[in-house]
């Protein structure tokens, strides 16, 4: 990188990490490298629309802003500025989703080394110069992928995978936003501890041609772990009827906003199950190993089968609700769900009581674990990851 002058924005709300960052890339050796350093946002915006810089190095976590808004601003106001974010190891979620969203890469801020910081520097400039020459894509090119999560009986922990699940692909695979459609239940609220804010029944009291990307955005709570979700009705609410035009213009507004949508299905006897299922590109039908539960399992697969016309991958998970075993192998499962084994989920004390007080999936509490693994499998398959075949271990 010699021969030019190299003007690097260091927005960073940390002095420490500031000189860190400083010091590493005198090391760097840089030719003609200047470097502002900034800890504010409405700084380092005004320094940008003054000066320029070829490269801005992000801290989400700034005197006046934190967060993904942090990124978001500077996205909004300097579209054209290549970014590197730099993450703390809890914010890496967030990072990925910057990268998902315009950001030319990140480092973690505990991996920083001077090859790291040059490397970063040369590949988001180089990245943002092939970008640049490239004409831009219609909004409509952005299909995301929908997954649909079904119970074959009530209580079986359909929120909870779908929420893991979520969490899992948010971490490494783009923008994900998970959708609540079971009515009145309030699982959503009581798994995140979170305040539910206006959610699809508001979107359905518009008429189909008012539904779009701005009033879904509007409607969507982020979450720490780069989940966003799009809270269903209450207890007490009503959640009204919903018009197939009206999920038409819902289901295409959230494909373009996403990479994978992952919908948390009502009951299968809800006229909402049928039309959501209908748009899912793949469905998990979550049984437990019990006989009732799979027969329950065999008729709710076919319903399913029946509704997508062939059109959506179907595939069972089988859900471990008791440490010990129980009645029917996995290969009596299939034959009588007729479909294939996405993957297991074992029995665990932390999946079974995460939802009672911790307010975050057990992928994200515990990543480490034998049940998050699986989880992450589980949900790279359903997105169809190549290098995940069979990962699922059955």
């Not at 970014?83 to 890496?92: F, K, M, R, T, W």
């Not at 490239?134 to 997954?147: C, F, S, T, Y």
């Not at 982020?222 to 919903?242: A, E, K, R, S, Y």
């Amino acid at each position: 990188m010699s021969g030019r002058r190299l003007r690097v924005l260091l927005l960073e709300g940390n002095p420490a990490d500031a000189r860190t960052v400083r010091q590493l890339l005198w090391e760097a050796k840089i030719d003609s490298l200047e470097v502002v350093w900034l800890d504010r946002l409405a700084a380092g915006l005004k320094h940008l629309e003054d000066t320029g810089a070829e490269v801005v190095l992000l801290d989400l976590t700034l005197v006046d802003c934190a967060g993904f808004d942090t990124f978001a601003a500077i996205r909004h106001r300097q579209p054209e500025a290549p970014i590197v974010v730099l993450a703390a190891a809890e914010e890496e979620a967030l990072a990925l989703r910057a990268v998902s969203e315009g950001a030319q890469d990140y480092l973690l801020k505990r991996q920083l080394s001077a090859w790291a910081l040059e490397r970063a520097i040369q590949c988001a400039i180089e990245r943002n110069k092939a970008h640049a020459g490239r004409p831009a894509a219609a909004p409509e090119a952005r299909k995301g992928r929908v997954l649909g999560f079904a119970g074959a009986k009530g209580g079986i922990g359909v929120t909870t995978v779908a929420l893991n699940v979520a969490a899992a692909l948010a971490r490494s695979h783009g923008r994900v936003i998970a959708v609540e459609l079971a009515p009145g239940c309030a699982g959503f609220r009581l798994q995140l501890l979170r305040t539910p804010a206006p959610g699809w029944p508001s979107l359905f009291r518009l008429d189909a041609g008012a539904i779009d990307g701005r009033e879904l955005t509007s409607r969507l709570v982020d979450l720490p772990f780069g989940v966003q979700v799009l809270f269903g009705p209450q207890p007490g609410d009503d959640p009204g009827t919903i018009q197939p035009e009206q999920a038409e213009a819902l289901f295409q507004a959230l494909r373009q906003q996403a990479d994978y949508v992952i919908l948390d299905l009502p009951p299968l006897s809800f006229p909402a199950a049928r039309i959501a299922a209908s748009h899912c590109d793949a469905l998990a039908l979550l049984v437990d190993r019990e006989a009732i539960c799979v027969a329950a399992g065999g008729m709710a697969a076919e319903l399913l089968r029946s509704w997508t016309r062939g059109e959506s991958d179907i595939g069972a998970v089988i859900v471990n609700r008791t440490p010990l075993a129980t009645i029917l192998s996995q290969s009596e499962i299939r034959a009588q769900v007729k479909c294939e084994i996405l993957g297991m989920i074992p029995h665990d004390m932390e999946l079974c009581a995460n939802p009672l007080h911790k307010g975050a999936p057990l992928v994200v509490l515990h990543p480490d674990g034998v049940t998050a693994g699986t989880l992450e499998a589980l949900g790279k398959r359903l997105a169809r990851q190549p290098d995940t075949a069979g990962a699922v271990a059955l």
